[in-house]
């Protein structure tokens, strides 16, 4: 892991940031992930389901390898949808992981690294 923090640059957020990222369950709802919710919460009658669904994505979206254990996820839930709802669900979370603050990344997401370079 340290190889792979080599050479980038620290994200520092304000104090406030800080406290609450010092729970281990704390992520921020952004933009990308409420639109990821909503909609899977629109193929889902059970909205608890569809918040668990979202949650377990988030979740998955921390780790670098998410899209190799995307795949994965897909089958082992059975999400029943058509060709286009599946392309952009993955569109969905891919923007939630591009944006996603990740250890790997010094605590940047990829899309604020890609932006550095």
């Given at each position: ?5 080599e050479?980038?640059p620290y994200?520092?957020?304000?104090k406030?940031?800080?406290k609450?990222y010092?729970s281990?369950?704390?992520f ?17 009658w059970?909205k608890?389901k569809?918040?668990?669904?979202t949650?377990?994505i ?6 670098i390898?998410a899209?190799d ?5 897909f089958?082992?839930?059975?999400l029943?949808?058509s060709?286009?709802e ?6 969905l979370?891919q923007n939630?992981?591009d944006?996603?603050r990740?250890?790997?990344?010094n605590?940047?997401?990829?899309r ?6």
């Open positions: 892991m340290l190889k792979s923090k050479h980038k994200y520092v957020p304000d406030e940031e800080i609450r010092a281990r369950d704390y921020v709802e952004d933009e990308e992930f409420i639109e990821l919710r909503k909609f899977i919460r629109n193929k889902y059970n608890k569809a918040d668990r669904l949650l377990e988030q979740i998955l979206s921390k780790n390898d899209k254990r995307m795949d994965n996820f089958d082992r839930h059975r029943k949808l060709n286009n599946l392309k952009e669900l993955k569109v979370i939630l992981m944006n996603t990740l250890c790997e990344n605590g940047f997401t990829p604020e690294m890609n932006e550095e370079s």
